[in-house]
């Protein structure tokens, strides 16, 4: 199976990235702990930061100083879900 192209969700759903693991990207882009890309246990990473950036939603939410993190929550992990990570 070619995964060069493949989203976070692709992945997922091919069980190559385990459910606990986009939980625990998820937290890690939270609290803030984003200093490099996450290595998921397949080797792929990815990018938190760029991935919420660039996902349309998420960005808004994020930046907002009076919303909290149970309303980010959703958005982050829809952004990181539609991410391309990159193979190692």
């Known amino acids: 199976m070619m ?6 969700q692709m992945l997922h759903r091919a069980n190559v990235i385990a459910e606990d693991e986009i939980d ?9 702990a984003v200093t490099e890309p996450y290595r998921f246990r397949s080797g792929h990473r990815l990018n938190l930061v760029k991935a ?14 009076n919303v909290g993190t149970q309303l980010k929550r959703p958005f982050v992990r829809a952004a990181i879900l539609q991410a391309r990570p990159l193979k190692a």
């Open 3 to 8: 995964t060069d192209l493949q989203t976070i």
């Open 24 to 32: 625990a990207s998820v937290e890690a882009f939270l609290n803030g």
């Open 52 to 65: 919420v950036r660039s996902h349309p939603g998420a960005q808004e939410f994020v930046g907002r100083a």
